[in-house]
């Protein structure tokens, strides 16, 4: 029989120090929100460990926020109301009582709790906790960690078996002086948390009632030391939320790293959790990937490159100061330097985009090039096609968006425009500086400008004199 797990995340408190306009589980964190990271790490902590349970979610303050957030993006999850935020035990006490739980929560063998504001926490170190209880058959595991400037954190007192927890508030200079301290990360028999949780009182100097107290000297508990203590950053306060945050990014670096991507320094770079970027891939510095974007193997994206939600195929090159957004870049093809691609833009194999150029809702075919200063939006450009310099199509009426449509092979001179709805054969020749108007037969030449006239000597006129 598999175990039986109960996960509790504590998300009900207000997070004042965040000085937010949200509550903290909605704080933004990466590209997602605080809670969503305690969530991804139990859900993946119980596929992995094969355990039978549920999750969770402690909500009070700003409920109305928070619920609707979770049930959107995570419809598994359980909730339980914390009328009043009176501290971590009555949260406890909350979710052992809720009525949309009730019949479950008390018969796992096991309650994990772990707060909504540490979202460095991985599957990882729950599945750490798990092996410690069920091996050494504890009652309950406290996760700690050193803290060289502990101020803030519960201080973990050890006694010769078992321990305590102290909070800052309650704590004597000499215990202040430990830096060992609670991580905020719990592992307990249900049993034994259900008859500990009872006796806890608020007679301390914040009133509250602590979850901290379910942990005493000479009961079969242990404080679990973990090396690394990053992983358990609390994010009280904006600084400790853009530390939460950078550790996040170096994890997310460090995995891909680990997979064959090379940062030229990777400090520099700023990579969401959902990014894919694939072996032999190179990345720059002062870059961003964000949302769900996918970088296949052996691109090479230089500095000041932003690409979101888009898709950049193997071999492709997104050059220096270019942005992605919505576009898909497919394999060999190039985008830069200084190339915007909007939603939309799908840019064909070897295909190549140059400088200022900027493509909105357009799909380019293998090959083609619009290598300087052009606006192609609403359009299809066949396969081979060289777009010259300073192309546009003029796609809005000022009411309505009209598509152009250029076949293969062709060739449109610089300084053009087209004013759409237009087509465009294959084979076709445009003469520079012309204004399309009107559709052009494959293998047909169109040239459309102002006829030129020269007077000789007459520069002089406008010539200031020296
Ligand atoms: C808590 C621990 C402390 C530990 C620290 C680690 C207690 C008493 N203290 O302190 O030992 O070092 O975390 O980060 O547990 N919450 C509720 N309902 C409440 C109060 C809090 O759901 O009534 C939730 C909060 O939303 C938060 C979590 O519990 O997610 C922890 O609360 P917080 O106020 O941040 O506790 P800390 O002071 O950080
Ligand atoms: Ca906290």
Redesign the pocket.
């Known amino acids: 029989m598999s175990l039986t797990i109960g996960a509790v ?7 004042k120090r965040l000085k937010l306009n949200a509550p ?2 909605l704080a933004p964190c990466l590209d997602k929100k605080l809670i969503d990271f305690p969530i991804k790490a139990l859900k993946n902590f119980f596929s992995q460990n094969k355990i039978d349970g549920k999750i969770t979610a ?4 700003q409920r109305e926020l928070v619920r609707p957030y979770i049930e959107k993006h995570h419809p598994d999850i359980a909730f339980a109301i ?1 009328e ?8 406890l006490r909350s979710y052992f009582i809720s009525h949309e739980n009730n019949h479950i929560t008390n018969q796992f063998q096991y309650t994990l709790v772990i ?4 979202p460095v926490v991985s599957a990882k170190e729950l599945t750490e906790m798990l092996t410690l209880i069920t091996n050494e058959n504890l009652d309950g595991v406290a996760a700690s960690f050193i803290e060289k400037n502990p101020k ?4 973990i007192v050890r006694e010769k078996k078992g321990f305590h ?1 102290t ?2 508030k309650d704590a004597t200079d000499e215990i202040r002086k430990i830096t060992e ?4 990360l719990y592992i307990l028999k249900t049993s034994y948390l259900l008859e500990h949780l009872k006796a806890i009182d608020s007679n301390n100097k914040s009133g ?5 107290d379910v942990f005493k000297d000479g009961l079969n508990v242990k404080a679990h030391c973990f090396p690394n203590g990053d992983i ?1 950053l ?1 994010v ?1 306060t904006l600084s400790q939320l853009e530390d939460a945050e950078k550790a996040l990014r170096i994890r997310k670096k460090n995995e891909l790293r680990d997979n064959g991507v090379r940062f030229i320094d990777s400090s520099h770079c700023y990579i969401d959790s959902e990014v894919e970027v694939g072996e032999g891939s190179v990345i720059y510095p002062n870059t961003f990937l964000t949302g769900k974007t996918q970088i296949g193997k052996n691109v090479v994206i230089e500095m000041g490159a932003q690409i979101t939600n888009s898709i950049v195929d193997d071999s492709a090159k997104v050059l220096a100061y270019t942005i992605l957004d919505g576009a898909h870049l497919h394999t060999k093809a190039s985008a830069g330097p200084f190339a915007r691609l909007r939603p939309g833009a799908d840019i064909g194999p070897e295909a190549k985009i140059g400088n200022f150029v900027e493509i909105k809702k357009s799909v380019l075919d293998r090959g083609v090039k619009v290598s300087h200063l052009s606006y192609v939006g609403d359009a299809f450009i066949g396969e081979e096609t060289n777009i010259g310099c300073g192309f546009i199509t003029c796609n809005f009426d000022g009411l309505n968006k009209h598509i152009t449509k250029i076949g293969k092979n062709s060739f449109i001179g610089s300084d053009s425009q087209t004013i759409a709805p237009v087509v465009i054969g294959d084979d076709c020749f445009v003469a520079s500086s012309s204004t399309i108007t009107k559709d052009m037969p494959d293998g047909s030449f169109a040239i459309s400008r102002g006829q030129q006239t020269t007077k000789e000597g007459m520069a002089k006129k406008f010539l200031k004199k020296k």
């Open positions: 995340i504590l998300a009900a408190g207000e997070g903290k589980p402690v909500i009070g303050h914390q009043e935020q009176k501290g971590t035990a009555d949260a707060c909504a504001d540490t803030g954190y519960g201080r927890i909070e800052e301290v609670n991580s905020g509250e009632f602590y979850l901290t358990f609390g009280n």
